[in-house]
Structures are given as C-alpha cells and as structure tokens.
C-alpha cells in the first residue's frame, strides 16, 4: 500500500455555517469531529477507501489540533518572509544573467547544446518561480508576517508577475480551505461523482462497473491537457471547482455555470465565486495582471518573440505544471474520502488530504508546500518554515486519520500522477452503505485497480 496513516492540518477557523446542521457535533470549534460524532457512524456500515483499508471518520477536534502545536509555531517574521522572496527574486536574476551571458553562440558553437542548456534554465527558472507563487501563497493565507497590508502587498507583486490574479486567487482559495472535500463548497478539484462520469461518456450509471479498461494513452493525453491547461482554465472557467453557482447569496450565480462562456471566473467583479464587496480587489487583481501583460508585451516587441517564449513563457509553463501536480496530488489519492454536504464538516473535510515528499526541491526550492499540507489545512496561518515541527505535533492528535505518501521521494511524486490518474476517476460510496456513510464518497476506477465499482442494477425508464 503506498499510503500510510498518521497525521496532519489546516488554518481556517470554522463555524457553524461551515459545518453540515446545528447539532451537538458541529456547533463549536471545541466539537468538530468530537466523541459525539461516533454516534453517528453507528449503523452506518463498513467504509472502504479505494485500497480496501477500512475508513472511520475523524475523532478528534480543532482545538486538540491547535493545543497540540508549540507556540512559537505561531509566530511569523516579517523579516524571514522577505528574506525568502529576496533569495528567490535573486535566483531567478542570476540564473537569467548566467545563460543570457554564457550561453551564446560565441561561448557555445553548438546549437542543439545550446538549445538543451535553454531547457535546463525553462526547468531551473520555473521551479524557483514556483517557490516564489508558493511565497505569495503564504502572503494570501497572512502567514508570511504579521502585517496584513505587506502580506497583500508582497502577494499582489509576486502573483501578478506570474500572472496570478492575487486577490481573486485569494478569495476562492480561501474558500476551498473553509469548505476542503465538501462536494457542494469546495472551490477547486471536486471530483466527478459516478454519474457525472457516466453522462460524460455517454453511458447509463449501471454500466461503468462493465466498462472496459481506459487505455493508458487515454490516460496520457489526460494527464498532459491537465498539467499544460489545468491552471489557466481552472481561473478562466472554473474548472474543477464546485458548480452549485445559483445558491451564491447574493443572487449573481442565477444562470451561471463552469465552463467557457458560463460566467464563472476570477477576473469578473460579477462572478459568483465572489460577494459586491470584493469587487475593488477583483479590479486590482486585473490591474495587476495587466501591468505584467504590458511588460511582456513590451520585451516580446523588442526582443522577439522567441527570446520571450524562453526567458519567460516556458517557465511560466513550468509554473503551471508544478502548481497543478501540487494541488492535484494534495487532494487526489485512494485513500482520500469527500463529502456530501450532509456528512460534511471542517474537521473531516481538511483530513481529507495528503503529505507527500519531494525532497530537496519540494523542501528548499518549493518551501515545504508538498509536505506538510495537511497542517496547512488545519493552521494554514502558520509560516512554512515552522511546519514540519507543527506538522509532527499534530500526528499525535490526528494517529490514523493523518495521511502521507512519502515512498520513492521525488520519483514517488511524480510516479503519484500516473497512478492517482489511473486509480481516482470517480467517487462513490461504498457498496452497501448506510445512514450517514452513504454520504462519504471514495474513488473508484474502470481500471480494476483497488476496490470495485459498485454493482447497479440496471435503470428502468418509464414508458
């Protein structure tokens, strides 16, 4: 099995708006996930993630997770933070004024080597820009210091340079923390449930447990069209995320729906991703993209295109595959369960991630953020550099229910999206539950890896 249990987190503070229904179990911070909600597991029948490991909802509570962390795991320094932009801002200068000096037709005849030490910077460039979208991620989640007005100023400078819309990001993610594996909420890779996955190909829902395998080129050209297009159509149509748009509160989701022309994005005011009082900060967003269009825009005109297709649009792409596996792999795994909003709650839902291990590059280049998401969703307030100790102290709290897939490092990683692609195409609950069981949902897959899909009986139309 290449999942192993311990435990984990995550910041945002929750309430009773953000858990299923007023009862003893969710209407205090102190009871998430409290001995009350074993209650309800009674007659609810045997869960069983996709490995067939036996599944049992969370048992411990937000404050146990937040009495377990050390104090001074708490404290973030405006200094430090700035100090890890500086690095990487000067790694990323160095690296370019490196190739753009040395690696020229005078020092290096050859083109095709050439042309290969151009790769290499494409790689080097957009990982260190990765570490800084992690950084400005840190400055969305006011983790990067105490000061609210140079977390967002810091942030807003960063993502715009990377043509992230800041605020608007900011916002959403925001969201996603506060509703993680609720299938109505959550804002970003809500996976299909089986009949969503059956009306896509075109097949009754009784049927997906007859399918035949999916070839792995199929898998393949997913996968690519996922880590090449992910991010930009996840913020230019939502993509991903939940699409239950009519209920936004203040009535701009009537009609709207994810897709191109659906009207949910994160660069209109309008959208219903977002409340009237966010609108200034979606207009900044834009500006901010903007002035970084302009520049490039500039540099494309003077330099030519190809040189800018180098020094910044390949990394740029880099940015984005790093940033989708990331996420991806966060919250796509066999043993991850989601939830109806019925048997939903904060505690359950931010367990319902995973730790995994990318060694130098995800510790030192990515500040840490591949392995210690799961404190990240429980404290998402802690910096980077104070999580793998707050991560270790919330193991004790978390035992079973904390997840990690740590096996093979880097190469473990990225071995991770070829199998969570082949195991995780829809989620189901398991055969045979009952009661509140039946709505926790795990993934299942045509490709007779792990637990079955359920058998169905076949649907009778109506004459």
Known sequence: MDSTASSSSNSTSA????????????????????????ELQKGSGKMLDTYGNEFKLPDFTIKEIRDAIPAHCYKRSAARGLGYVARDVVVLAGTFALFHNFVTPENIPSTPVRAALWAVYTILQGLTATGLWVLAHECGHQSFSESKRLNDTVGWICHSALLVPYFSWKISHGKHHKATGNLERDMVFVPKKREEYASKLGYYIHEISELAEETPIVTALSMFAQQLGGWPMYIITNITGHNFHERQPEGRGKGKKNGVFGGVNHFNPSSPLYEAKDAKLIVLSDLGIAITASVLCLIGSK????????????????????????????????????YEASSWNFTRG?????????GFIGRHMLHGIVETHVL?????????????EASEAIKKVMGSHYRSDVEGGPIGFIKALWKSSRWCQWI?????????????LFYRNRNGHGVPPSKMAPVVLAS
């Not at 295109?305 to 595959?321: E, F, R």
């Not at 189901?428 to 926790?440: L, R």
């Open 15 to 38: 309430s009773p708006n953000d858990t299923p229904r007023q009862s003893p179990s969710s209407t205090s911070l102190s009871s998430l996930g409290s001995a009350d909600e074993l």
């Open 303 to 338: 330099y030519g295109l190809a040189n800018l297709t180098v020094w910044y649009i390949l990394p740029y792409l880099w940015v984005n595959h790093w940033l989708v596996a990331i996420t991806f792999l966060q919250h796509t795994d066999p043993s991850l369960p989601h």
């Open 350 to 358: 931010a367990a319902a991630t995973i730790d995994r291990e990318f």
């Open 376 to 388: 990240h969703h429980y404290v998402s307030t802690i910096p980077f550099y104070n999580a793998d």
């Open 428 to 440: 189901e609950p398991t055969e045979g539950a009952k009661g509140e069981a039946k709505g926790v």
